[in-house]
Every structure is written in structure tokens, then in C-alpha cells.
């Protein structure tokens, strides 16, 4: 039986669908994660405790837990832990040195630029610098964002120095908010100010074996994405555009791949088309997040996250085949903050036709914030029909039908 370490930061709804997906490919299955804390030993195993801050510790502790066939992250800030462990224990697996640089979008951007990609005009600054100094430098309009989050969290545009220094001013009360200190990451003492690419944008799922990428699905993203910030809404594959436009996306992506080092393991990509060419945003060491992976059925309706388990314990998944149809996923942005209070018109919106699921992740009182600051989304939408403009109809349809019921949360007192 394979054995396959889970490296996750997170005890939600991916973490299980892995554990899952391993229990019904017949793998055995290990589970690590820093969240030991609040976990109720959910399957009955016992999770060994991590601390991400901590990377070659927890190296040490989870290569004495092996041996191990295959190891996999789930989510971002597990991405580095796990290629360290995966080093140590000869497993194949993409580099520490390249996930570290997909972490860092500093890092990343130097690759691509000694790679020859293109990249836009960027400069790093510290949190701790006079804003005056970055605005005086900046190429307008420009985006500026932290080295290390994810999500677009902290991701905005400005257009002029005024914005420039309104926008530095709540990066750095958000770099130094209490959940991003609590990281404990180097790379979030800084900004990275960025020229704005025009242009549609699109993401790429895909899997990378032996150094060569392959592109499992591309995801149209139709609402635009000009700014100020950069809320994921719908992504719907396949792509509506050209053959052309794909491969060269697809060349694109495999480019950024090689110029990261990344060989062995999943990717995800956010790409940007414009009629200079395709601009490569970013190339994550794992898969797409949360629930989106439900987008993805492949043959036999096996999920995502089975193709990447067996990938991992070298399995050939090169025959594998994504299914036929179209599919999309709705990211529910928060549209205020306060404390979430509950839905109405689920049950309408499930009944619109090629909706598949309506997933209410928010919970009864639970507090929730927007982007920039926020890192979450009030649920997902799904969506499969023969074409894609069915589906993204039919998310559409479905979120008009949603009304969320957002209280005012009182500011409490001594904070
Ligand atoms: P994250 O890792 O938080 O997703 P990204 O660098 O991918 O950070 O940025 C998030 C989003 O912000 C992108 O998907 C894109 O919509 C927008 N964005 C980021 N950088 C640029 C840029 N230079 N030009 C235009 N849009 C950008």
C-alpha cells in the first residue's frame, strides 16, 4: 500500500477531500499540519505537529515519520515544508530553492526576468520605508502588493501618488495586523510595487513530471479584473479563446515552470493576455485552492485530488483525460464586512438549470471582511453544462438569486 504524507495548513474541506481521496485509491495516508491545536483527530489518525515557521525541524520530525511514496501539500504555506521533507527523504518532488521562489513574488519575478519572460516593470520596498520614496518611483498605474500572501489578499492598484500612499498606508497596517505577523514570515516586511498589466485573465491547472508541464485545464476568469482590488469571482474552463492564445498561454506557463525550477507536482498559474503577448502573474507549487478543485473531474469522475495523489507516488496519469462538457466555479465575494448572519434563495438559486451545488462556507456569526484585507469568500457556486457560456450563465443566474444577510459588526472596545 503507498504510503502518501498530506502537508496541510489548513483542517478544512481540501485537507479532507485529499484524505479521501487517498482512502479510496487504496493509499495510506499520513497527515501533517501545524493546526494540531484544534484538531479532533477528524479521521481517527493521529496528525503529526508542524510549525511552518520552522522548516527544517519539522523537516526532521516528518522525515523520521517516514518512509513515505509521495508527499503532498495542500494549500500555500505548506508548499515549502514539504519539498524540504520530500528532499531529504530522495522523493521526487519540485525543489525547495523553486517553491521557495513561487512564495516570494520578488524572487519570482527575478526569475522570470533572467528567464528572458516577459515581466513588468517591479521594485521591492520595506514595509518600514517612507512611502514618498516608493510613490516617487513608481510606474503608474501600479499595482502594489505583499511578497508573501495569497488570494489577492493585500493586492491593490493605484494610479496616481495620492493612491500610491493611501494603499501603502493599509498594506502596512495589514502586514502588521496580528494574523500576518503570527506567519512569521520574512517576505511580509516588504511591498512589491508592480506596473499594471492590462488585459483578460486566466488561470492554469496543471501538473509538472520530470521538469515538463502539463496543462490539465485553463479557466476564463470573464469578469474583469482592472482594480483597485483583485476579487476572483468566476473562473469557467475550457477557454473560449483561440487555440493560438491557449498554447501560447501554455507555453507561457511552461516557460515560468522551467524558470522557477519547479519539476515534480502540481502548479497553478495566473496568467494575463494583452496584445503584447501573455504575462505570467504567478506560478503556485500546488494545486487550485479550496473547494475549486471540484471544477475538475477527470475520467472515471476521479477528482483532482486523487490524479494528484497518484501523481505523486509516480503513478502515469499521462492517459488521464479531463471529462468532456464545460465547468465553472463562482468564488462569492463578501461584499461588506460585519458578521455574517445568514442566506436566503438558496434552494431558487440550486434549482437554476446546470447548477450543480450552492457551498455556503460562512458561518452564522462569524466575522467576515473583504479585499483587500480579507482572505476568504462567503461560498462557492458550481456550474457544469455542455458549453461554457451555459455555465457562466448559470452562475450568474444563480448568484442574483443569493441574498446575504451582512450585520454591522461593532468595533469592540481596547483593540
Ligand atoms: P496572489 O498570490 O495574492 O494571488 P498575484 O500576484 O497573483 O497575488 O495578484 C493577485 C491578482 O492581482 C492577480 O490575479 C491580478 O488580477 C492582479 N495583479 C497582480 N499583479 C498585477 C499586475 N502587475 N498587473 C495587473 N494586475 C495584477
Same mark, same amino acid.
Given at each position: 500500500m503507498p504510503r502518501v504524507l498530506l502537508v496541510a495548513a489548513t483542517t478544512g474541506y481540501q485537507t479532507r477531500m485529499f484524505a479521501d481521496a487517498a482512502r479510496r485509491a487504496g493509499f495510506d495516508c499520513t497527515l501533517a499540519t501545524d493546526r494540531c491545536h484544534v484538531l479532533e483527530d477528524p479521521w481517527g489518525d493521529h496528525a503529526i505537529a508542524v510549525r511552518f515557521e520552522d522548516p527544517y525541524g519539522s523537516r526532521d520530525t516528518l522525515a523520521a515519520a517516514g518512509p513515505f511514496n509521495g508527499i503532498v501539500a495542500v494549500a500555500d504555506r505548506p508548499t515549502y515544508l514539504a519539498a524540504l521533507t520530500a528532499e531529504v527523504l530522495g522523493i521526487p518532488h519540485h525543489p525547495p530553492a523553486a517553491v521557495a521562489a513561487c512564495r516570494d513574488k520578488y524572487l519570482a519575478r527575478q526569475r522570470f526576468q533572467s528567464a528572458g519572460l516577459p515581466v513588468p516593470e517591479f521594485f521591492r520596498i520595506s514595509i518600514d520605508s517612507a512611502p514618498s520614496e516608493g510613490a516617487a518611483r513608481a510606474p503608474f498605474p501600479c499595482v502594489l502588493k505583499p511578497l508573501g500572501l495569497s488570494g489577492s489578499r493585500g493586492v491593490m492598484r493605484a494610479n496616481d501618488a495620492g493612491e500610491f500612499l493611501a494603499a501603502f498606508a493599509r498594506l502596512r497596517a495589514l502586514l502588521g495586523s496580528r494574523d500576518v505577523a503570527a506567519l512569521r514570515e520574512a517576505?511580509?516586511?516588504?511591498?512589491?510595487?508592480?506596473?499594471?498589466?492590462?488585459?483578460?485573465?486566466?488561470?492554469?491547472?496543471?501538473?509538472?513530471?520530470?521538469?515538463?508541464?502539463?496543462?490539465?485545464?485553463?479557466?476564463?476568469?470573464?469578469?474583469?479584473?482592472?482594480?483597485?482590488?483583485?476579487?476572483?469571482?468566476?473562473?469557467?474552463?475550457?477557454?473560449?479563446?483561440?487555440?493560438?492564445?491557449?498554447?501560447? !498561454?501554455?507555453?507561457?506557463?511552461?516557460? *515560468?515552470?522551467?524558470?522557477?525550477?519547479?519539476?515534480?507536482?502540481?502548479?497553478?498559474?495566473?496568467?494575463?493576455?494583452?496584445?503584447?503577448?501573455?504575462?505570467?502573474?504567478?506560478?503556485?507549487?500546488?494545486?487550485?485552492?479550496?473547494?475549486?478543485?471540484?471544477?475538475?473531474?477527470?475520467?472515471?469522475?476521479?477528482?483532482?485530488?486523487?490524479?494528484?495523489?497518484?501523481?505523486?507516488?509516480?503513478?502515469?496519469?499521462?492517459?488521464?483525460?479531463?471529462?468532456?462538457? %464545460?465547468?465553472?466555479? !463562482?468564488?462569492?465575494?463578501?461584499?461588506? *464586512?460585519?458578521?455574517?448572519?445568514?442566506?436566503?434563495?438558496?434552494?431558487?438559486?440550486?434549482?437554476?438549470?446546470?447548477?450543480?451545488?450552492?457551498?455556503?462556507? %460562512?458561518?452564522?456569526?462569524?466575522?467576515?471582511?473583504?479585499?483587500?484585507?480579507?482572505?476568504?469568500?462567503?461560498?462557492?457556486?458550481?456550474?457544469?453544462?455542455?458549453?461554457?457560456?451555459?455555465?457562466?450563465?448559470?452562475?450568474?443566474?444563480?448568484? %442574483?438569486?443569493?441574498?446575504?444577510?451582512?450585520?454591522?459588526?461593532?468595533?469592540?472596545?481596547?483593540?
Open positions: 517576505q511580509n516586511r516588504y511591498i512589491q510595487v508592480e506596473s499594471f498589466i492590462e488585459g483578460r485573465e486566466f488561470a492554469l491547472e496543471g501538473v509538472v513530471t520530470r521538469g515538463e508541464l502539463r496543462v490539465l485545464a485553463i479557466f476564463d476568469k470573464p469578469d474583469p479584473l482592472d482594480g483597485p482590488f483583485f476579487e476572483e469571482t468566476i473562473y469557467v474552463t475550457p477557454s473560449r479563446e483561440s487555440e493560438t492564445t491557449q498554447r501560447t !498561454m501554455m507555453e507561457a506557463t511552461s516557460r *515560468a515552470v522551467h524558470a522557477l525550477g519547479l519539476t515534480q507536482g502540481p502548479i497553478h498559474a495566473e496568467v494575463r493576455a494583452n496584445p503584447d503577448g501573455v504575462w505570467v502573474l504567478e506560478v503556485a507549487a500546488r494545486p487550485i485552492g479550496g473547494l475549486c478543485a471540484r471544477t475538475l473531474r477527470f475520467d472515471h469522475d476521479m477528482p483532482l485530488e486523487e490524479l494528484i495523489l497518484r501523481h505523486a507516488v509516480g503513478e502515469d496519469i499521462s492517459g488521464v483525460r479531463l471529462r468532456d462538457g %464545460a465547468s465553472g466555479v !463562482m468564488m462569492i465575494p463578501i461584499p461588506k *464586512a460585519g458578521i455574517y448572519r445568514g442566506v436566503e434563495g438558496s434552494e431558487k438559486a440550486s434549482q437554476v438549470r446546470d447548477v450543480e451545488e450552492i457551498a455556503i462556507t %460562512a458561518k452564522e456569526g462569524q466575522k467576515i471582511l473583504p479585499l483587500p484585507e480579507g482572505a476568504s469568500y462567503l461560498g462557492f457556486i458550481f456550474a457544469r453544462a455542455d458549453s461554457p457560456e451555459r455555465v457562466e450563465q448559470a452562475l450568474r443566474e444563480a448568484h %442574483a438569486c443569493l441574498r446575504f444577510e451582512i450585520a454591522t459588526a461593532l468595533p469592540v472596545a481596547g483593540r
